[in-house]
């Protein structure tokens, strides 16, 4: 069981949390085919610093990527800041707990059934009183500021609101009306005949605040996944307010303390599927201004437009690091798009893979209306369509190619192959065979936990969030006792074979250990050797497994381009590809310069440059809040897409460029377009200047400074 300890108390100690991320390391090693660390060098290796990391896509693998990718760039030991719920497992919680993790009470890990119903009274004039049939909201269990949740209806998750005056056993105020589409929506009808529901407690953090306050204060390391919690969504969550408290915390206790706060995004490729690859990146930090501190200071509505203005720059920065899609049917578009934006048997870094999803993701949400566009979609759509059907991969249409892959070549290459994987299916047997309990227990537990987490969350889509968590946790803990099971079997029988045992005189000489191993070796040097032969020999499994499991997924495009009834559509298929490709280009070129002004179609994504660029926050007016549903896959709105755009490093078309007049003619649309988007800037620039000196004091209302979010550039 883990060791109880209230929460906002560190317990780290340092050679366990070294120990502890070296054997971690090596699990990353064997789970992720490659993961690249992205703008390492924007990560100040003194003073104290918080890590801002999102999405939360890998549950505590993003965590362990985070404390390893710190601790070799920056020599900083992590502390991450994690619910109280997941310190409560035997095996997490105790882990955690000496490496340095700060508990977090989370009032959804504290919801409960309440007893009655409750329904209102008078939704169209007074939405936010509420009545209740056999209820006692006297009842300690019910307190301000704690949260009346509906149950799920359909495909929407649970709507909660805060309570903001208890007024009698059936009788209370929200703070917020419960939100409803229409009339006739099943939750409308429920609130106004009655409904069950559930009861969230009001949590009080300052403990926790406090503790990680005093961390910062002392020069540490802190990382925040502010969604609040993992999830398999293709956008981010709403973020919660506690990274905006945290870092405006620490700096109205120690304004001079030099906090850093640094945006991260963690971009995997198939995050839940085993040789998967990830990219970490590193935002520029986010600047917090001197008059939010003192706004946060002040209380009361200025502190919450200092949270709320902090908290939007926040958003900003981890926009220019995460690709983020409305839904995951635009994200594989996206991605299809890409991948025809490159030439066919052209592999890309990545880093620059991430990136060119970002910007297109961009260019896809402005434009995603125009007739072009709208085209364009389709036809890479159903370009997918006709690649499921054949069964193949983008990269796999070059198979296509009969000028370059005659028929002889493709069959060859087919036996050629056949042969490979029947050799290195050989060699991947003895650690199949020995080995096998990890591969079927790991897939089995981690498909349970996988329909647990779906089953108790509203936010995610397949739960596939928890499922390399697990995968590397049951590997972690029970690949040591199956090899130690395996030592201890046969050091035994080569002890007993050493006194001449009975059954040893009647096997094989083959099955006899003293064959292999010499009387004058001892029984402890030969265990250790033994432990250690087992850990080589199931290394050497998987890798032989991986390499057999890529041939033979390569064998089904030369069977396509073998058969006569399919290989014309491969062939077709090709062509097309190659057609809608240049359209891809053609598109991205006539639109590129209204995002970018100074967009360049002959430079590719290419620099990481290493400039002093910040996020610098302001402190603004915020309008009042609207309670974030986490069913919904929303998120503020960012500025003006700064994170979408490296300095001086843009797209580039990597196909054949068009010929004759039509070279002249797209030259001269993208001056236009370069000119054109100047000027949109300019008059951009203009407004924001016409408007800060028509308020000559830089105060609206209520007294607070208005500024918007800015990216300061050198």
């Not at 209806?153 to 056993?169: R, T, W, Y």
């Not at 935002?283 to 001197?290: E, L, R, T």
């Not at 192959?417 to 790991?442: H, K, M, N, Q, Y």
């Not at 005189?505 to 087992?534: C, E, H, K, Q, T």
Request: proline residues 6%.
């Amino acid at each position: 069981m883990a060791k109880k300890h209230q929460p906002g108390q560190k317990l780290m100690i340092p050679w366990v949390y070294d120990l502890g991320l070296w054997i971690f390391a090596l699990c990353l090693d064997i789970f992720f085919r490659e993961v690249c660390a992205r703008g390492t060098w924007r990560i100040p290796k003194r003073g104290p610093v918080i890590i801002i990391a999102a999405p939360h896509a890998n549950q505590f693998v993003d965590s362990i990527l985070l404390m390893r990718i710190l601790k070799h760039h920056a020599n900083h030991r992590l502390c991450f800041l994690i619910a109280e719920k997941s310190m409560k497992e035997p095996y997490i919680g105790t882990m955690a707990a000496y490496m340095g993790a700060l508990p977090v009470v989370r009032a959804m890990d504290n919801v409960k059934s309440a007893e009655g119903e409750i329904y209102l009274p008078n939704p169209q004039n007074d939405p936010t009183l509420v009545h209740g049939k056999g209820t006692d909201f006297m009842n300690s269990a019910f307190m301000v500021g704690g949260s009346i949740i509906l149950p799920k209806v359909g495909n929407e998750g649970p709507e909660q609101q805060p309570i903001a005056e208890i007024l009698g056993p059936e009788e209370l105020r929200l703070r917020k009306p419960f939100k409803t589409s229409n009339a006739d929506h099943p939750r409308s009808e429920a609130l106004r005949k009655g409904t069950t529901f559930l009861l969230a407690p009001h949590i009080d953090q300052s403990k926790m605040f406090d503790a990680v306050f005093r961390e910062l204060c002392a020069g540490g390391c802190i990382g925040i996944f502010p969604e609040g919690g993992s999830h398999d969504r293709p956008s981010l969550l709403p973020l919660k307010a506690g990274a905006a408290i945290i870092a405006l915390g620490t700096l109205a206790r120690d304004p001079d303390c030099g906090l850093s706060i640094i945006p991260c995004g963690m971009n995997y490729f198939n995050p839940h599927k085993f040789r998967s690859r990830a990219v970490i990146e590193f935002g520029n930090p986010v600047q917090v201004h001197p008059d939010q501190i003192e706004a946060f200071k002040a209380g009361g509505n200025s502190k919450r437009n200092a949270i709320g203005s902090l908290l939007e720059t926040i958003q900003e920065a981890l926009a220019a690091v995460t690709q983020q899609a409305p839904d995951l049917e635009t994200l594989l578009l996206i991605q299809a798009t890409r991948r025809l934006y490159k030439p066919l048997r052209m592999k890309l870094p990545l880093p620059l893979v991430i990136e060119l999803n970002r910007r297109l993701l961009r260019g896809y949400t402005q434009f995603k209306n125009e007739p072009q566009v709208v085209q364009l979609m389709k036809a890479v759509s159903d370009y997918n369509r006709q690649l499921r059907v054949l069964g193949i991969k983008d990269h796999q249409v070059e198979w296509g190619n009969m000028r370059q892959r005659p028929w002889w070549l493709v069959f060859g290459t087919l036996l050629y192959r056949i042969v490979e994987l029947v050799t290195l299916s050989v060699g991947t047997l003895p650690s199949l065979a020995l080995f096998w309990p990890i591969f079927v227990t790991t897939k089995i537990i981690s498909v349970q936990k996988q329909r647990k987490a779906l089953a108790a969350s509203a936010v995610k889509v397949k739960g596939r969030d928890v499922v390399g968590t697990w995968k590397i946790l049951v590997a972690m803990g029970l690949g040591p006792a199956l090899y130690t099971w395996y030592t201890v079997i046969v050091t035994l029988w080569l002890h007993y074979c050493r006194q001449n045992g009975h059954y040893s005189s009647i096997v094989p000489w083959w099955m006899n250990a003293r064959a292999y191993i010499s009387d004058s070796i001892p029984l402890w040097i030969f265990s250790i050797f033994f432990f250690g032969f087992m850990i080589s020999v199931s290394l050497a499994g998987l890798r032989i497994g991986e390499l057999g499991i890529d041939i033979l997924k390569s064998l089904h495009p030369l069977l396509v381009a073998l058969d006569i009834r399919s290989a014309r559509s491969l062939i077709k298929l090709r062509a097309r590809r190659q057609a809608l490709s240049a359209q891809v280009v053609d598109v991205i070129n006539a639109f590129g310069p209204e995002i970018f002004p100074d967009f360049d179609s002959e430079r590719l994504v290419t620099e990481d440059h290493r400039g002093d660029d910040k996020y610098e926050s302001r402190l603004k007016s915020m309008p009042p809040s609207e309670p974030a549903s986490r069913n919904g896959i929303r998120s503020r709105s960012s500025s003006a897409g700064d994170g979408f755009l490296l300095d001086g490093s843009f797209l580039k078309p990597l196909t054949i460029a068009s010929k004759g007049d039509l070279g002249e003619v797209n030259r001269r649309i993208r001056e236009s377009m370069q000119e054109r988007g100047r000027g949109h800037a300019r008059a951009q620039s203009s407004s924001e200047s016409d408007s800060e000196s028509a308020d000559g004091s830089g105060v609206v209302g209520s007294g607070e400074p208005v500024t918007e979010n800015k990216k300061k550039t050198r």
